[in-house]
């Protein structure tokens, strides 16, 4: 990244929100276990709409199906850590690159997650998040995730989307309902502290 890319990328952290940036360019976790394609609608305190389509690898070895735990690793990656990372890097006028040096995100915990549906390799989703805490650099996040109808153009879709139609998880009958995810919670490491704990 060239210097006048950072200093646009460093912009869009300290004003802006996720929506069209790459989740690569946020995300710590190496490109095999990055679950996030792309970020539609983000309010930095409130929360945030992403998708992910999954891959062969995904699925590999179960039944073409993406399993529930890769859902909530999913629904963790799109929100509290996007989310926190987002909110980080404009606490400390930073972008992530910087953190990376710094923390690890961790899950602290996960509260009672139901699933009433599933998703197979060939469907795409949603993670639909909404923030209840953030201090300290821990995050805890509400949501749903839900299969996305074929051919949907996502970006345009949430192009008027706000806050109150998140909280009330206002979105068409045409997006079928996967998951629902209450209190997952995470928190960013100091890296040093990190190594104590393994």
């Known amino acids: 990244m060239t210097e006048e890319e950072k200093a646009g990328y460093l912009n869009t952290i300290m004003t802006g929100n996720l929506v069209g ?3 690569s360019q ?3 976790h190496g490109p095999t276990k990055r679950l996030v394609n792309t970020y539609h609608w983000h309010s930095p305190y409130k929360g945030i709409v992403a998708s992910y389509a999954p891959t062969e690898r995904d699925v590999e070895d179960h039944f073409g199906v993406f399993r529930g735990v ?3 690793e999913a629904f963790a990656q799109a929100t509290i850590v996007s989310c926190a990372t987002f909110l980080e890097c404009r606490k400390l006028n930073c972008t992530p690159d910087v953190l990376r040096d710094k923390f690890v995100p961790a899950f602290i915990s996960i509260g009672n997650v139901n699933f009433q549906n599933y998703l197979e390799l060939g469907d795409r989703f949603i993670s639909l998040g909404n923030i209840t805490f953030y201090k300290w650099r821990q995050m805890v996040c509400d949501g749903n995730i839900y299969k996305v109808p074929k051919g949907m153009n996502l970006d345009e879709y949430f192009s008027d989307f706000t806050e109150e139609r ?13 998951a629902e995810l209450h209190d997952i919670t995470g928190r ?3 890296i040093e502290l990190f190594n104590k704990l393994a």
């Open 21 to 23: 940036i790459d989740p």
């Open 26 to 28: 946020l995300l710590l």
């Open 70 to 72: 890769d859902q909530i």
């Open 166 to 178: 998140l909280l009330k998880y206002d979105i068409s009958k045409d997006f079928i309902k996967v």
């Open 188 to 190: 960013a490491i100091l």
